[in-house]
């Protein structure tokens, strides 16, 4: 069962406990990301993420990538739109040492100019690798589609003016922001006890002052008809990316996104697969991707197509989007989605690693976790009428975007944007 306490700072502490585990994963997040950065800063919280990993009073870089290597762990961090994680899988009784580590570099980072400079070449080479891989820059193009000029529309790296115009007072600033206790869920999953864990946080976090949380600019969707957008390149294969508008991260009918999301494009028995890839071979790569913010959403299609097949592709992703809107889901498609679903979710939460991501997500974008139980019972209430009407409200062709890199001439982007009408 799931432990919760929170410290007088407002830093609040969740555990797993999973005896029969020999390691333990430990995750301190930070409720900020890329959605609370403007167009001049844009990439900030990522430049942190990457500084927070070159050293902090008490240890150098090299100390912390040796030490928890050399002790078997293995040590990482993410930035995405609403959070920054700092997180490291280890055998059990090194537990508390990981804790410091991962602590200190939230706590008491160098942020040295130094540094600043060289991760500052480093993320815009990452930028720049990026947009040279269509598959990746295709989703960015269709963000930009979806959020128009609002952050969630924006590279999350940034851009190479916004990350070069990066200054060492601008981080310091953001990271005395934004990365104080009540801003601050550390989630725990494996061999631990939960107590123990509360008095370390206790110390460590002691001289620690919580601060006022600053909200993120909130969406206004306002698209009254499809946009699209093509980015001409010598590929040799055309990539396409497809949204529609969907639901928070907290909608009733979150589970009937995801049921949908296995029908169409999860696995290789969804729809998309058997009709484009493997009955009539237009494609190599097609899926489908729900995505979840904390007041938006948005359902992706995303596929790798034959430059001379785009036109046709297309107007077979669209059939089988329209298909699903019109007619219900059959009873043993629908049986297997579900029990696909929670399959996929208990199969997950063995690992202690992905217990521990599943606990410090919830807990830092809602402030309470739901156990397996709690949502496979929610699962299990959605029906095929559920799928059906939410099909219809947001596979809306005046919701559609799509992005397209690849060789295409004027000609037939205009006649694939025609389609989308």
């Not at 990316?241 to 169409?264: C, K, N, Q, W």
Request: charged share 25%; proline share 3%; net charge positive.
């Amino acid at each position: 069962m799931y432990e919760k306490s929170a410290l007088a700072n407002g830093l609040r502490l969740v555990t797993h406990k999973m005896p029969q585990r020999n390691s333990a994963s430990v995750g301190i997040w930070l409720g900020v990301g890329g959605r609370y950065e403007g167009k001049a800063n844009k990439g900030i919280a990522h430049v942190l993420e990457h500084l927070c990993f070159k050293g902090t009073k008490k240890y150098s870089a090299r100390s912390i990538k040796e030490t928890i290597e050399g002790l078997g762990g293995s040590l990482n961090g993410f930035t995405s739109e609403e959070f920054t994680c700092y997180l490291t899988k280890i055998i059990s009784k090194h537990l508390m040492l990981a804790l410091d580590i991962l602590s200190d570099m939230v706590l008491e980072p160098l942020l040295a100019n130094d540094d600043l400079k060289k991760e500052k070449s480093v993320i815009l080479e990452e930028i720049k690798m990026y947009r040279d891989l269509p598959q990746a820059y295709v989703n960015e193009l269709l963000d930009e589609l979806l959020w128009p000029g609002h952050p969630l529309g924006m590279n999350l790296a940034g851009t190479l003016d916004s990350v070069s115009g990066l200054k060492q007072p601008a981080i310091a600033d953001f990271q005395r922001q934004f990365y104080h206790p009540a801003n601050i869920v550390v989630s725990v999953c494996g061999n631990i006890e939960h107590q123990r864990l509360l008095d370390a946080l206790a110390k460590i976090f002691s001289k620690a002052r919580a601060k006022t949380n600053t909200n993120f600019k909130k969406v206004n969707v306002n698209q009254d008809k499809p946009r699209s957008r093509f980015f001409q390149k010598d590929t040799q294969q055309s990539h396409l990316a497809m949204g529609f508008h969907s639901y928070r991260r907290e909608h009733p009918d979150r589970h009937t996104i995801g049921l949908l999301h296995i029908v169409l494009g999860a696995n290789m028995s969804s729809r998309l697969f058997s009709e484009i890839r493997d009955k009539k071979g237009l494609a190599y790569e097609i899926a489908t991707q729900p995505r979840y913010f904390n007041d938006s959403g948005a359902f992706f299609v995303h596929a790798g197509v034959d430059n001379h097949k785009v036109f046709t592709a297309i107007s077979a992703i669209l059939k089988e989007i329209r298909r699903i809107t019109k007619s219900p889901v059959a009873k043993n498609e629908f049986a297997r989605a579900k029990e696909y679903y929670t399959g996929q979710l208990l199969m997950s939460l063995e690992d202690t690693l992905d217990h521990m991501l599943w606990m410090g997500e919830q807990e830092t974008a809602v402030r309470k976790i739901k156990s397996a139980d709690e949502i496979l019972k929610e699962i299990s209430k959605v029906t095929i009428d559920d799928l059906l009407r939410v099909a219809k409200d947001i596979f809306k062709g005046r919701s559609l975007s799509l992005a397209i890199i690849g060789p295409q001439k004027e000609k037939e982007q205009a006649e694939i944007a025609r389609l989308l009408e």
